[in-house]
């Protein structure tokens, strides 16, 4: 059984940074693909950084040079780095392991506003 657990959201102002963590069991998380994604208010879940087949990271354009997934073996972790956040950043974040499947974790809530 595959679980996820999202965390690491909060408050921030304009330009600060969080670290979004998914640690998952019931999967490798340096073997299978993986995406973070994340939902805004009133919007579709939109996908922001994913691991695909081979392991090359891939950016939606909004987040590219502020995001950054990244990945560790020994803890089994799956990791957003966020940085130069913004307003329309806010929304709560989700990973999904594999990427496309039915496997979620309960979200992690990200709050941009000075």
């Known amino acids: ?18 670290r979004l963590s998914c640690p998952a069991s019931g999967i490798r ?11 805004g208010p009133g ?5 922001v950084a994913a691991f695909r087949t081979g392991g090359v990271p891939t950016y939606a354009d909004s ?6 997934i990244s990945r560790e073996k020994l803890t089994n972790t799956v990791y957003l780095q966020m940085d130069k956040l913004q307003p329309e950043d806010t929304a709560v974040y989700y990973c999904n392991v594999p990427l496309g499947s039915d496997f979620w974790g ?4 990200v709050t941009v506003s000075s």
Do not use: C, H
């Open 1 to 18: 059984q595959v679980q996820l657990a999202e965390s690491g959201g909060g408050v921030v102002q304009p330009g600060g940074s969080l």
């Open 43 to 47: 919007n579709q879940r939109e996908l």
């Open 63 to 68: 987040v590219k040079g502020r995001f950054i």
């Open 106 to 109: 309960q979200g992690t809530q």
């Open 29 to 39: 998380v340096d073997i299978f693909t993986s995406g973070w994604f994340r939902q």
